[in-house]
């Protein structure tokens, strides 16, 4: 029997790590930041990794830069704001780079083949825009402080991908990368006697590796086989990694809290991701819908011109004389979009088996601030509205 689904509040109070994912521009570094204050404030020591190079989370926190040193936002920014703090809040940016360096010294058979790699002139190019590199160096993060007994709660914003699918299938990926056809070619023409060379691979190949070495030189094919040999030496290491990667993201201590906001585009994103998780055996969470348009005043009995006046009137208001029509307009408008998102997000809930969703209203402003960051956390606990 399939275990009760359960509150967004009560997956912050016993998970270990929360993930948000979703959709580009739905708020998701909002609600991971959101999170990680709520969980502090309810007295958990947090961290929040995220890996969006925008700078919005460091101001919401009211931090000058948010860097790839871990940076404890002082309680008192939070008291200063009316907002108690009785755990803590540590925030992180992740640096791709420095990430993929630990592990090159981590499983390099020897500190003169970690140099050797790490000095290569294309490794810096490669272990930051290698397809795949960022999300699964996510991962390697979050798996490097999964453990880590400063923190009671991690939670994980995920890389602002076009496509939210990416970090899940980035281990893979990554892996094949490494394991392709075209760098055992390179592999097989280097080992042998350190030096490159074309006789040692297949026939069409070697003719399409000559006319690049006429374009770009050729240094950069002996540096490019040099480079791919030597990270043949780490690959047993990282596809160990990745495999305990995979294993973290189905731990019974992970949630994923999926991110999106009422359009059908980021519904229907989400909808497939949520598959996605089901098929990965990967623990889903609860669903938060950003931007969600809550029906206005009278949205029942609906509003006339004569209250729309009578309004304006008791306010001691002095508007166009065409206003009371126009207020009426706009609250119509207001009532469709209501209808709308309403609409939109049971088609969400009907395909998602009974998933927790947590409606956030629309808010007047951007989130830029701890106390703007507060009220979230607090929409985000009390179930939405």
């Known amino acids: 029997m399939e275990a009760a689904p359960e509150a967004l509040s009560t997956l912050v109070d ?111 190019y490669v272990s930051t825009s290698l397809a795949g590199t960022q999300e699964y160096m996510a991962m390697e993060k979050l798996v490097a402080v999964k453990d880590d007994p400063r923190y009671d709660l991690i939670v994980l ?3 602002p991908t076009a496509n939210a699918l990416d970090f ?65 030496d780490l690959f047993g290491g990282f596809k160990e990694r990745a495999a305990r990667v995979q294993q973290t993201l189905r731990a019974n201590d992970v949630a994923f809290v999926l991110v999106t906001s009422p359009t059908p585009p980021a519904i229907k994103e989400v909808l497939y991701f949520a598959e996605r998780l089901d098929e990965a055996r990967m623990p889903r969470g609860a669903l938060v819908v950003n931007r969600f348009h809550v029906p206005p ?21 002095t508007l166009e004389e065409d206003a009371p029509v126009r207020l009426v307009q706009a609250h119509g408008d207001a009532m469709k979009l209501a209808a709308l998102d309403a609409s939109n997000v049971r088609v969400l809930e009907t395909n998602t088996r009974g998933m927790p969703t947590v409606r956030v209203a629309e808010l007047e402003t951007d989130v830029h601030d701890i106390a703007l960051l507060a009220r979230l956390s607090d929409v985000l606990m009390s179930g939405g509205v």
């Open 14 to 124: 016993t998970r270990r790590v929360l993930v948000t994912v979703g959709a580009g521009g739905v708020g998701k570094t909002t609600t991971a930041a959101a999170l990680s204050v709520a969980a502090a404030r309810r007295g958990k020591r947090v961290l929040c990794l995220t890996i969006d190079p925008a700078k919005r989370l460091a101001e919401s926190l009211g931090i000058a830069e948010m860097t790839t040193e871990a940076v404890t936002v002082d309680n008192a920014r939070f008291e200063a704001a009316g907002v108690p703090m009785q755990g803590s809040l540590t925030a992180m940016m992740l640096d791709t780079k420095r990430t993929f360096d630990e592990l090159v010294i981590r499983y390099s058979s020897s500190k003169e083949k970690a140099e050797k790699l790490l000095t290569n002139k294309l490794y810096k």
């Open 157 to 159: 914003d995920t890389p």
């Open 168 to 232: 899940l299938d980035a281990p893979e990926r990554l892996m094949e990368a490494l394991d392709s056809a075209t760098m055992k070619w390179f592999i097989e023409a280097f080992q042998n006697s350190g030096k490159f060379s074309l006789n040692l691979i297949a026939k069409s190949a070697a003719t399409v590796l000559r006319t690049i070495g006429k374009i770009t030189g050729g240094g950069f094919l002996e540096a490019m086989a040099e480079f791919i040999a030597e990270l043949n």
């Open 297 to 317: 005043p009278y949205a029942e009995q609906g509003l006339s011109e004569s209250d729309a006046a009578q309004g304006i009137a008791a306010r001691g208001l």
